[in-house]
């Protein structure tokens, strides 16, 4: 992850990649145990980023920032956190393209952790813990972990 130089501007072109598509065990994941340590702008951010790269055969969109804001109704200093708490959990790498060149940054999504993972994981485990409580990490780690139940 490279901190862009310059400071973020709306009329800064941006591509996002992804390798693959978000599966739909991810995107749960993404959904129940991401979002609540994101927080809404960092949540919000990361699903627009893969709706948009998903609306292309090659995963990969260039936009500018004023059309991310747009999509997102936030603020540019909103976008920014946001764009940091992506980092942060692992869910998004920043590059800064060469001088001059279009476009000037990369944002490369980053598939979520399995629930598994997720669980094992003790800094994304603790946090959530921290946020929802525990009777909802219980709640959230048996949707994970429970054992289908035998019909007939």
């Known amino acids: 992850m490279v901190e862009p130089k310059q400071p973020l501007m ?3 072109t941006v591509a996002i990649v ?4 978000l599966q739909d065990e991810r995107r749960r994941v993404l959904d129940l145990l991401y979002q ?4 809404v702008s960092a ?3 990361a699903t627009v980023m893969w709706r948009q790269v998903a ?8 936009v500018t920032h004023t059309d991310l804001l747009a999509l997102l109704n936030i603020s540019m200093t909103a976008l920014e956190s946001a764009r940091q708490r992506l980092e942060a959990a692992s869910l998004l790498r920043t590059y800064e393209n060469q001088p001059d060149r279009m ?3 990369i944002y490369e999504l980053q598939q979520p952790v399995s629930g598994e993972m997720f669980f094992k994981d003790d800094l994304l ?8 409580g525990e ?3 219980e709640r959230l780690r048996q949707a994970f972990f429970a054992t289908p139940t035998e019909t007939g």
Do not use: M, W
Request: net charge neutral; charged share 20%; glycine share 2%.
């Open 43 to 45: 949540y919000s951010l």
């Open 103 to 105: 476009p000037e940054l």
């Open 55 to 62: 609306l292309t055969a090659d995963l990969k969109v260039e």
């Open 135 to 137: 009777r909802q990490f």
């Open 125 to 132: 485990s603790l946090l959530l813990l921290e946020v929802v």
């Open 36 to 39: 609540p340590i994101l927080g």
């Open 10 to 12: 709306p009329k800064t």
């Open 18 to 21: 992804a390798t693959t598509r």
